[in-house]
C-alpha cells in the first residue's frame, strides 16, 4: 500500500470507524442480551425452577454493570410484590388410546387446568347439541364426571349460541374436563386454578374413532408467589426530579415441567435487551441525559399486568414528574413499529414517525389506539404520557414453544435503538409538549 493510501486509510478511520463501531456495538450488545435472557439458564423466566427469580437478579447485575443508581437502599433494585400463580411442576403425559401426543407440539395443558390424573370417556359436542333442545338435554342426564367433552365447534359459532357455549364452558354439569381444538398452540399464565381440566389439542390429533384419553398433568396453584419488577435509574443532568421511564417486561410464560420451554425471545427478551441498550448508552458520562430517566423491567406482565399495577399502586417516581413512559414489548422483528396509545399521544406518534422518515429503520410506523396490551396501560389511564411500542415483521412464534433466540434474530436491533435514542433525546428538548389527559 502506498504512502498516500495509507494517510487517507488512517485519517478515515476514525470517522468511519466510529459511526460502524457504535452501531455494531449496539446491535451486537442487545442481540446478546436477548440471547442471554432466552436462554436455558433462565427456564423461561417464569414460576417453575426459580427463572423469574434467576432473570430479576441477572438484571439486577446488568443494571450494577450499568452503574444504575437505586431508589431503594442499596443494593436492592427490586419493588417486590405477590401474586396468584397456576404452575406446571411435572413433565405431562397425555394420549388418546394408543396415541401418545408431545406437549407443546400436539397439545397443552390450559394455564389454568388443575391436576389430572385417569382415564376418561370423550364425549364429542358440536353445535347441534345448542341448537336442538332434545340433545342438549341429553347431556344434563348423563354423569360426567369421568368424561371429557370434545368441543367439536366451528371458530365462528352461529349467531347467538355465543353466550350459550360460554356459559356450557363453566361447566353447569360437571364433566370431569374439556378437549378444546387449537390450530395454533398459544400458551399463557393463569393466576387461577379451574375445577375442571381444560386441554388444548391441536385439530387433527383427535378423531371420533378415539374412545378414551389417559391424562397425567400435575399442576399446583401458589397463592402468594413471591415476585419482583427490577428499578434503576440515571440521574439528569438538568432536570434531576423529573423522570422519563423506560420500561419492559422480562416475565414470560416459564416451563410445564422440566422439559417443555417457553424462551420467550420475541416476548419479551427483545423488549429487555432493547432496554438495556438504551441503558448502556444513557449511562455513558458523553451521553447523560437532560432528565433523570429511570428503567423499570416489570414482572407479572404475562398473568395480566401484575407488575406495573403493583408500581402504579405505589409509584416510586411521582406521577405528577413522570415526564413520559416507553414501553418495549415484542421488539424482535424489522418492518413495522406500531405505537399503542398513539391517538391520545399524537405528538410522540408524530415524533417517533418524522425520526423515521429521515433516519429510514423501518418502512412504518403504526398507530393504534389505547388497549390494555402491555404495561403502559395502566399510566396511560391515570393520565400520564405513556405509549407502548412493539414490532411486525418475519419473526413468529408468540406465545409457542418456538419462540426462541434463533427465530428472533433482531435483524434491526442497532438501528431500531439508534432511532429510539433520538425520539427519548428528543422528549427532553424544551420544545417537546407532554400531551397529559385533560390538557
Ligand atoms: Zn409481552
Known sequence: MKIKYILIFIFCLPILGFGQTNSDFYTAYIRQAKDTMSSPLFHGRGYLKDGQKLSAYHLATEFVKLGLKNFNPAPSY????????????QHPTLAFDQDFLTCGIDYLPHPSCPSIQGNFNLMWIDTSHFQDPKKFKSISKKDLRTTFLVMDLPKTLPKGLKDVVANFRTNPFNAAGFIEFEDNLIW????????????QVKRGMLNRSHKEIRAAIASVHMPNFPNANVVGYIQGKTVKDTFILV?????HLGQIGPHIVFPGANDNASGVATMLGLAH???QPE????????????????????????YVRNPIVPFP???F?????????????TMVNATEQSNAFNLLDSLNNKMGVVQKI???????????????QLGIPAVFLYTEGSVKGYHSVFDTAENTPMAKAGEIHSLLVQFLKSLQTPTWIAQRKGN
Open 281 to 283: 448508552y444513557f449511562s
Open 78 to 89: 427490586y419493588q417486590s410484590f405477590e401474586m396468584p400463580v397456576n404452575i406446571f411442576t
Open 287 to 310: 451521553n447523560q441525559p437532560d432528565y433523570s430517566m429511570a428503567f423499570i423491567a416489570f414482572s407479572g406482565e404475562e398473568a395480566g399486568l401484575l407488575g406495573s399495577i403493583h
Open 247 to 251: 420500561t419492559s417486561h422480562y416475565d
Open 366 to 380: 403504526k398507530t393504534r389506539a389505547q388497549a390494555a396490551n402491555s404495561d403502559h396501560y395502566y399510566f396511560a
Open 188 to 199: 399463557g399464565v393463569s393466576t387461577e386454578a379451574s375445577k375442571h381440566g381444560i386441554v
Open 325 to 337: 413512559v416507553l414501553n418495549l414489548d415484542i421488539m424482535g422483528s424489522e418492518e413495522a413499529i
Open 321 to 323: 414528574k413522570t415526564r
